[in-house]
């Protein structure tokens, strides 16, 4: 796990994944994993400058780390840094497990083909996300500037300090309700700690928590390993 960004949504990706492994191992099985978390004050101000190659080469560093350490599956735990997920992967030689790819198979079991996505700016506003998701013929939509600016926000300034404010849940939700109307029939938790904030319970449509999403995937690939988990 390629953590740390932020952790406090890492700390639920740890958690997950041992809440899976036991539930399906059953008794004291837990999973194996190593975990790399950067420093993500470092990784947020080369976001905000868009050195997003410098941040491609921090990550594909740590990743080194984890391979090095015995790992034979990468998970990026975030969803905006998957903007360097190419990166990444060419500086390793195990794979890495795509959370657009988890995220849009989850999308097409459900039998929707069009969904809205919430995320950090860059995640809603560039391509590197949503063509990932449009490549497994998905429709994605996102909120108007405003509702943008908002989610952002809240991601940067609350969630990833571990302040959950119910105003926020409200603005999310309002977020949501305005995507249903523009035609979403399901909601994408692009970011990693909006699973902190908002259910299915918040919704009026199938919601799709990136974070489980992700870590179910990667328990999935585990156990189809023998010896991995």
């Known amino acids: 796990m390629l953590g740390g960004m932020s952790w406090e949504s890492s700390a639920q990706y740890y958690r997950l994944a041992n809440e899976l492994v036991r539930e399906r191992l059953g008794g004291l099985h837990s999973a194996r994993i190593v975990l790399a978390s950067v420093d993500f ?15 491609g080469h921090l990550l594909a560093e740590a990743a080194k780390g984890l391979e090095a350490a015995g790992a034979d599956l990468l ?48 995640t809603m506003e560039q391509d590197f996300y949503r063509d990932r998701l449009t490549s497994h013929g998905l429709r994605v939509l996102i909120p108007a ?44 938790l692009g970011c990693t700690e909006i699973e902190l904030l908002v259910s299915e319970t918040d919704s009026p449509v199938p919601v799709f928590p990136t974070t489980r999403l992700h870590v179910e995937a990667a328990v999935d690939a585990s156990l189809a390993t023998p010896g991995s988990v």
């Open 41 to 55: 004050a470092d990784v947020e101000a080369l976001q905000a400058t868009g050195r997003w190659e410098e941040a």
């Open 75 to 122: 998970l990026i735990c975030t969803n905006t840094m998957h903007k360097v997920a190419d990166q990444v992967q060419a500086a390793i030689g195990i794979p890495l497990l795509h959370l657009g790819d988890a995220t849009a198979q989850a999308v097409t079991r459900a039998g929707l083909t069009t969904v809205g996505l919430l995320g950090t700016a860059f």
């Open 145 to 188: 500037p405003d509702d943008r600016a908002e989610v952002h926000r809240i991601i940067y300034d609350e969630l990833c300090l571990g302040v959950v404010r119910e105003e926020s849940r409200q603005a999310y939700r309002a977020a949501i309700v305005r995507l249903v109307q523009a035609g979403a029939e399901g909601v994408v």
